[in-house]
């Protein structure tokens, strides 16, 4: 088709303040001439552009299948409000009737456009409204999913291809992906022969480099170094949460400015630290995986990937968050980390016992919640979404209604040994790409050669024209920091803060700790004194060291649950860090009654009620008006701590800082 008027003509209309890249127009023309078009690696500029104006020339219906169903209605909205498009969200929590009459609408041709979730195209109510459509123009975002040979691969991104043999022209848009990605990609999808444009994936400007270290300790002082000539703005990738979360409490304690962790946060805590850190006030986020950058993001100078990712393609989107003049991405990595991520590569896909046990968790008929069901099987979020996918793919079950998180379903038929066979195959095949990639990570590493060429090699695109900056083609000093960097992970009980030096595990558990956790066990359980003094020792400098505790005055350690003991590990503890920071030990604080040991309760509710008055200070004297360094052993809820806290400040401390010498991180599975 011919469009009504001249690109040109629209952009100068309908954006005037914006620029059609070379890419872009390229998309937009193979689209207007009736065929198919993958744009990989696409700026947020590119990314609705190229499609927008597809539409606006004439494109119509549209049908967009979206990463996730959080944005639908204002997605659909945004798009009534600038381009006079009627669109309309297809979700799954709709009831039947309305979603008829939707599809009744939009088979009818009410609506120009439609926005659904790639994960939700398996609710057959809404492929029937998408069918329905019949779009001219389908949209595939995250399309980089649909293919084995991504770093995400997600079996719901293969229902999309059920719409492309009627839909007029489709556009595809990826990540970063090789061409063994792509061309993957594009079989799975039904789009062969598409034109493909790639986005703006070299950057000779951004100073890229890689540096190996032998220790945590070690690349905890690389990050602080690069942090030292204190950039506007970082962004610091971490390879699990727990790290995510130590490391946003270093440079908070180590650098003096304020971090934040973005893991755990919803939309709303999201936006508004984004505001935040927009307007100068937070000045380094900390996150796993990979974030994207959008029109509401400012410059980053700074982007630190603490741990060697799972993919270079990760590790492209992790370096390319830096942005603006003299932008710098430093990978920072430990020597021995293949075998970390060679685990989390097997552990990528579900096995034949994982499926049945999703099988038999479905066909309740009743609505199931991913996270539940991950917790319920201990399966990761990922490996649960591949098995139900693989569930619905093998006919195993009849989908009632599918959201992005949850699923209704009821059995059809039964999960034969043959399609247990067939997805286990599958499954093996999945963590095969996943160890490639974990080894295309280390070549890249490993190289002498410059990284940028790598990269561009690996990932399959031109080298733009420009001199390297790459940390190989113009090597420069690393700068440390000249101090120790005290290491331990951050604990909060309400209002108090503080550290612990490590992690307590379950055996089995794979989550970093190291020596802390050891002597714990030996202090506490086998009563050996030289592995509490050891303890201590590391505490004493860990209180001497770092800036959340330069200016305590006492140490008070948390009392022994039973109120007749007279001696406890927290007080031996105490004495010991005392004696070697020179600092006095006041025994203010008493248990006021019997309680139970805090980790032999299980539910954070019950940890509480057990805590709830159970100190009162014995001499107030001993602490008011000074600051207290609150000491205990194990650090758990938090609710000990908070507790004995708060009856600090009651009898007037002045302020509370937290010391345990172990954190527990129980539920780890959630951790990664
Ligand atoms: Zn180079």
Redesign the pocket.
Known sequence: MRPDHSLDDIMRQRFPRRELTPAARGVIEALLGGGHALLVSPDWRERELPWRLAAEAGLRPLLVVADSERDLQSRAEALAGELDLVACALHARLEDEHLRGLAEQLAGGKWDAAFVSGRSLADPRLMAAARALAPRLLVIEDAHRASMHGHRYDLAWLHAAGLVPEAGSVLALADVANLTAREDLIARLGLDGCHVALGQLDRPGLR?EARRVGSQPEADRNLLGLLADSPERAVIHASERVEAERLAALVRDERGFDALDMTNLNAREFGAALRRFREGGLRAITTTGALEPGPGWPPIPVSAIVGMPASLELLHRQMHVASGEGAIAVLVHERDETPRLERAAMRSAFDAGHLLGLYEALISGEELRFNALSARTGLRPEEVNLGVEALIHAGAVTVLARGDAWLRAEPHGSLSTETLERWGREADAIRRVRLQQVAQVEDFVASRR????ILSEALGYPLAEGR???????PREAVLVPRRVPGGYPIEAGQFRGWALGLYRRPGEETPGGVPGKLIEQLKYLDSEPAGRRLAGLMARRVMESRTYRDCEVLVPVPPSDPEATDSAALFLARAIGSQAELPVAEALISAQDRVPQKELTFVSAKRDNIAQAFAVASPDEVAGLRVLLVDDIFDSGATMQEAGKMLLHAGAADVRLLAAVRTSFGWRRDV
């Open positions: 890229i410059c990284l940028r060429a390297c900056e790459c940390g190989r083609c113009r």
